[in-house]
T-cell receptor, first 112, second 114 residues
Framework: DTAVSQTPKYLVTQMGNDKSIKCEQN?????MYWYKQDSKKFLKIMFS???????INETVPNRFSPKSPDKAHLNLHINSLELGDSAVYFC???????????FGNGTRLTVT | GNSVTQMEGPVTLSEEAFLTINCTYT??????LFWYVQYPGEGLQLLLK?????DKGSNKGFEATYRKETTSFHLEKGSVQVSDSAVYFC?????????????FGAGTRLAVHP
């Protein structure tokens, strides 16, 4: 029943490792997003895909690479993890432009 | 570009108190305005929205009116409950990129005590 689901919920890893976060939505939406939320709750958009095509690519280190195998999935791969990557990463999806976003419950990434 | 500014928190209230969280915006045109709520350990969820000037969005006892004259979209609730404790975000679409990007305020944490 979950509309936007992301895995894993928690991810603890060491500096220098490579990790992936997966996201799936069953709402039939065309557009999906990755947001990063820091410890002060500030939300920053990272990427957006529309029907498997990258449409938003904010100023994000190229260690972060999104991949959308189909419009229901948007994964995030992070290479060479750094301490500053520790945050909560949220996946979201949306139907029509100007309509609300639907968020997943987040993946808390801790880099030690 | 479009932007949104909301009051800093935390806001601490007793149960049944009146709540106001201020939000002002800068926008090209008249985009929809949103309030999202984030409960502890969860993702954001839409609380209410307004699509044009003078519209009032409402949900779960919360209200916000889209005011063009003051470029504001303040969130109000007449009587808060402990279960309303959460972080509240004001948001609007970016004017660039076909309104595909939603811009969020910094968030206001609300703590309600019994």
């Amino acid at each position: 029943d979950t509309a936007v689901s992301q895995t894993p919920k928690y991810l603890v890893t060491q500096m220098g490792n490579d990790k992936s976060i997966k996201c799936e939505q069953n709402l039939g939406h065309d557009t999906m997003y990755w947001y990063k939320q820091d410890s002060k709750k500030f939300l920053k958009i990272m990427f957006s895909y529309n029907n498997k095509e990258l449409i938003i690519n904010e100023t994000v280190p190229n260690r972060f690479s999104p991949k959308s195998p189909d419009k229901a999935h948007l994964n995030l791969h992070i290479n060479s993890l750094e301490l500053g990557d520790s945050a909560v990463y949220f996946c979201a999806s949306r139907g029509q432009p100007n309509s609300p976003l639907h968020f997943g419950n987040g993946t808390r990434l801790t880099v030690t | 570009g479009n932007s949104v500014t909301q009051m800093e928190g935390p806001v601490t209230l007793s149960e049944e108190a009146f709540l106001t969280i201020n939000c002002t915006y800068t926008a090209t045109g008249y985009p929809s305005l949103f309030w999202y709520v984030q409960y502890p350990g969860e993702g954001l969820q839409l609380l209410l929205k307004a699509t044009k000037a003078d519209d009032k969005g409402s949900n779960k006892g919360f209200e916000a009116t889209y005011r063009k004259e003051t470029t504001s979209f303040h969130l109000e609730k007449g009587s808060v409950q402990v279960s309303d404790s959460a972080v509240y975000f004001c948001a609007l679409p970016s004017a660039s990129g076909g309104y595909n990007k939603l811009i969020f305020g910094a968030g206001t944490r609300l703590a309600v005590h019994p």
